[in-house]
């Protein structure tokens, strides 16, 4: 009896292995699949060409925003304004019909009667400082960006980075050499504030636009247009004219690349702070890239016979844009921005005052 009791567990063991035998081992678990993160496609909208000191500035910024993404962010730039004009720019980004837009904010001064203020400001108030890209790359940021952007905000935008801003000079068929040349000279007037600039210094300024000045000079309703020596030639205008007077007009110095605000907000966070870490590294390489290009267009423009007179002395300077003082306090009190605008104000006197 007692083998028998014996025997059955040993054929219980037996018969268990036989059908372990007879069976295969459970699969392994396949590893989920990992999605790959949404590659995030940005649409940029520059009214400037490849190859300018904008234009160059802009695609280092994407191909960098790219690269240091590991390519979940794609910018696709079109450029020279094929997309939609310089004064289209904050309403085509604040709607999504662009994603990402290089502006100038004088041209909005209902929608950012600030940031328009602090830029015409900075831009006039450049004037007869040499070392021109010192000022070009500071801006306003500094002191005041959380009131800009906060300006932005309501616009629907929010800035991406600041590149630097160019050098504009006086262009003219004839010489000029002095505030008192001025007066009586018909010239191009960019906007409110160069309109005020050459006001003070009894020249006459006409509203031409850039696509026309070439032949504005060559009719006459022009004698002389404020440029830089890039746009210059790209423009031709070296064609119509001889001689240039070095005033150091820092136009588009303070000039914003902006995004849609929605856009911006979907962005994980981790994107939106490579942004937020390229911003100096994108103004540095823009420097560079406007020393270059300014150095050689010069040559350039000496070698083709423009004649180059000494430049606007600091005194002379001094003296003709401190009469535009009092049009930017009235104009800030008549905008509803007089207290946020005095320490910009008092800020760019120092700087004035520093550059001597």
């Not at 837009?101 to 600030?114: G, K, Q, T, V």
Request: charged share 20%; glycine share 6%; proline share 6%.
């Amino acid at each position: 009896m007692k083998r028998k009791i014996l025997l059955i567990p040993l054929a219980l063991l037996l018969a268990m292995s036989l059908v372990a035998m007879g069976c295969p081992a459970p699969a392994p678990t396949p590893t989920p699949a990992v999605t790959p993160a949404p590659v995030i496609k940005l649409i940029c909208s520059i009214n400037h060409k490849d190859g300018t000191p904008v234009g160059l500035t802009t695609k280092f910024w994407a191909e960098e925003l790219e690269a240091r993404t590991d390519g979940r962010v794609k910018v696709h730039i079109f450029y020279a304004a094929v997309l939609m004009s310089h004064t289209e720019a904050l309403e085509g980004t604040r709607i999504g019909t662009v994603d990402v837009a290089y502006i100038s904010d004088s041209y909005y001064s209902s929608e950012l009667p600030l940031s328009s203020l602090i830029k015409g400001l900075l831009s006039i108030w450049s004037l007869g400082i040499s070392d021109v890209l010192a000022m070009a790359v500071r801006t306003p940021e500094d002191f005041v960006r959380e009131l800009l952007e906060e300006e932005y905000a309501r616009s629907g935008v929010i800035t991406v980075f600041r590149g630097p801003g160019v050098s504009y000079n006086l262009f003219s068929p004839k010489p000029l050499s002095s505030v008192a040349d001025l007066k009586g000279v018909k010239i191009r007037a960019l906007d409110a504030f160069y309109y005020e600039l050459f006001t003070q210094a009894e020249a006459v300024p006409v509203n031409v636009p850039s696509a026309e000045q070439y032949e504005a000079l060559q009719r006459g309703t022009i004698d002389a247009v404020p440029y830089n020596y890039n746009g210059v030639i790209a423009r031709k205008v070296h064609e119509v004219t001889s001689y240039a007077w070095p005033i150091y007009l820092t136009f588009g110095g303070v000039g914003p690349t902006i995004m849609n605000l929605d856009t911006w907000n979907a962005m994980p966070a981790d994107i939106q702070q490579i942004s937020k870490d390229l911003w100096p590294e994108v103004k540095a390489y823009g420097v560079q890239v406007l020393k270059k290009l300014s150095t050689e267009a010069k040559a350039e423009l000496e070698a083709a016979g423009i004649t180059f007179a000494a430049p606007i002395t600091m005194e002379a300077a001094d003296e003709w844009v401190f009469r535009t003082e009092e049009w930017y306090v009235k104009e800030a009190a008549k905008r509803g921005v007089s207290e946020l605008f005095e320490p910009v104000l008092k800020r760019a006197k120092e700087d004035r005052a520093k550059a001597k």
